[in-house]
Antibody, heavy 119, light 107 residues
């Protein structure tokens, strides 16, 4: 069974930093593109970032470019999201996800970790 | 960016009803569309990918159709566990955008 488990969320002040982790089991992460998707409280879903199997390609939504960095450690079967210069509008549940085999949909989701940016 | 719209924004239905949700893309996306179900406090789950392919383990009462800019998700006979919010998502070009969601609740 595929399991993705996020950690690292919490309360942070505006301008602060946080690093999210996603540990995978039941799959070999190195075989898949991986993604982060977020959901602000009572709002819809927003695709944040993608990373290729070997980390050679990364894509970010405009609102986080230059502030967030997606990375992976295939030896540890883990995905990361380094978030800097955090803003109130970054407050959300952050989900890691595994890209589908045939297209850019999220075939498997983690349970999510809540990031709250507030003073 | 490609904008995704959904209609209706909410629908009240009874167990056994047929429910249809529509998703429209601001430009053609071929069949690069997925549908997800999300229940309160839970992560979304993939229902349909490539516009009409059923994801593994998803009941056959769910079906998807469409291509280009107009798509539909149909639940043929609504079950109690289907009351949730449904999102479409375009997978044609980054950033991969989601629709605003359609909430299906109990009439």
């Amino acid at each position: 069974e595929v399991q993705l488990v996020e950690s690292g969320g919490g309360l942070v002040q505006p301008g602060g930093s946080l690093r999210l982790s996603c540990a995978a089991s039941g799959i070999t992460l190195s075989a898949y593109w991986m993604t982060w998707v977020r959901q602000a409280p009572e709002k819809g879903l927003e695709w944040v970032a993608n990373i290729k199997q070997d980390g050679s390609e990364k894509y970010y939504v405009d609102s986080v470019k230059g502030r967030f960095t997606i990375s992976r450690d295939n030896a540890k079967n883990s995905l990361y999201l380094q978030m800097n210069s955090l803003r109130a509008e970054d407050t959300a549940v952050y989900y890691c996800g595994r890209r589908g085999a045939s297209g850019d949909w999220v075939a498997n989701w983690g349970q999510g970790t809540l990031v709250t940016v507030s003073s | 960016d490609i904008q995704m719209t959904q209609s209706p924004s909410s629908v009240s239905a009874s167990v056994g009803d047929r429910v249809t949700i529509t998703c429209r893309a601001s430009q053609g996306i071929s069949s690069w569309l997925a549908w997800y179900q999300q229940k309160p406090g839970k992560a979304p789950i993939l229902l349909i990918y490539a516009a009409s392919s059923l994801h593994g383990g998803v009941p056959s009462r769910f079906s998807g159709s469409g291509s280009g800019t107009d798509f539909t998700l149909t639940i043929s006979s609504l079950q109690p566990e289907d009351f949730a919010t449904y999102y479409c998502q375009q997978a044609n070009s980054f950033p991969f955008t989601f629709g605003p969601g359609t909430k299906v609740d109990i009439k």
